[in-house]
């Protein structure tokens, strides 16, 4: 399965780079995302999540409702394609330590994946699978 499968009825949320970081987290409490692809003229800058949340802001201290997303933000993101597969992605969040990455073609975001939109999907499928097997068995004439 492709990336591009998984984004077909996401709505992808952005940030720009002087929002607060107040802003963004309750942009993200608001949409229940743990991140923010942070764009400047349409272009991505880099990425804000939960970790950039914590690690940056509430343990060194800073004032989220006067601190710009931009100072606190991860620059420069790792990015997949649209069409790569499930498992590249799968293997970039592991080999990183990520729970999101972000989709682009060239630097125009499609979207961002998160380690639970794959998830679900896999379960989705093994349901699938679960379902067909069971009916198959419940078809199956028992043997004399």
Do not use: W
Request: overall charge negative.
């Amino acid at each position: 399965m492709l990336i591009s499968d998984l984004l077909k009825n996401q709505a992808t949320i952005s940030a720009q780079p002087h929002q607060t970081v107040l802003e963004v987290a309750r942009l993200m409490v608001e949409h229940n995302i743990g991140a923010v692809p942070v764009l400047k003229q349409g272009e991505l800058m880099g990425i804000f999540s939960e970790r950039d949340l914590m690690n940056r802001v509430v343990v060194d201290g800073k004032d989220p409702a006067r601190t710009p997303v931009s100072e606190v933000m991860t620059e420069d993101p790792l990015t997949v394609a649209p069409s790569d597969n499930l498992e590249t992605c799968m293997t970039l969040m592991r080999r990183h330590g990520f729970r999101h990455l972000i989709v682009c073609s060239a630097r125009e975001l499609r979207g961002v994946v998160s380690l639970r939109d794959i998830l679900l999907h896999d379960l989705n499928e093994k349901d699938d699978e679960v379902r067909m097997m069971r009916a198959y068995l419940h078809s199956t004439p028992e043997a004399s």
